[in-house]
């Protein structure tokens, strides 16, 4: 994917943030970088501060390189382009998202995601991992002034 990106955007970016989010808890497999917001107006939203990590960052689009250095599969890394629009990042395995109280409420997320292998636009699924636990994933963040390639 990371190809794919620089041929469709110009490699203009400022390394704005780099961080390591410890102990993030998977329960369903997988760990989403997404804007706050998109889980906020699902209904069911209930935030599990115990295993999800918010962070404040400027709105905009960013090119994402992440990376995972202990997990069942070895380490593990990837890339895309999250978007934010509310200021806020969350770094969590959606599970930990949606309420537990109506079962129906998680299986609509995963229906309209088809089980996060068609996330919506913007947001960043790490599934590499091979198996539940609790991850430190390393995050940078390259926020891009985009010019599309015309």
Same mark, same amino acid.
């Given at each position: 994917?990371?190809h794919?990106? #620089?041929?469709?955007? &110009?490699k203009?970016?400022t390394?704005?943030d780099s =961080?390591?989010v410890?102990? *993030?808890?998977v329960?369903?497999?997988?760990?989403?970088i997404? @804007?706050?917001?998109?889980?906020?107006?699902? &209904?069911?939203y209930?935030? !599990? &501060? @115990?295993v999800?990590? +918010? #962070? /404040?960052i400027?709105?905009? &689009?960013?090119h994402?390189?992440?990376? +995972?250095e202990?997990?069942w /599969?070895g380490? *593990?890394?990837?890339?895309g382009?999250?978007?934010?629009?509310?200021?806020?990042? *969350?770094v969590?395995?959606?599970c930990?998202?949606i309420?537990?109280? !109506?079962h129906? !409420?998680?299986?609509n +997320? $995963?229906e309209?995601?088809?089980y996060?292998?068609?996330?919506?636009?913007? =947001? +960043?699924?790490? !599934?590499? =991992? %091979?198996?539940d %636990?609790?991850? /430190?994933v @390393?995050?940078?963040f390259k926020k $891009?002034?985009?010019k $599309? #390639? *015309?």
């Open positions: 994917m990371g794919d990106l #620089h041929t469709k955007y &110009k203009r970016y390394i704005l =961080m390591t410890y102990n *993030v808890g329960d369903a497999g997988l760990i989403v997404s @804007d706050l917001d998109w889980f906020k107006k699902k &209904k069911g209930k935030l !599990d &501060k @115990d999800s990590s +918010i #962070h /404040n400027e709105p905009g &689009k960013y994402i390189d992440w990376s +995972i202990e997990t /599969n380490p *593990v890394s990837g890339d382009i999250l978007e934010v629009t509310s200021g806020k990042v *969350v969590s395995d959606p930990y998202l309420s537990n109280d !109506d129906k !409420d998680w299986m +997320i $995963l309209e995601t088809e996060f292998q068609k996330p919506p636009e913007g =947001m +960043i699924v790490l !599934d590499k =991992m %091979g198996g %636990g609790c991850y /430190n @390393d995050i940078k $891009l002034r985009i $599309l #390639h *015309v």
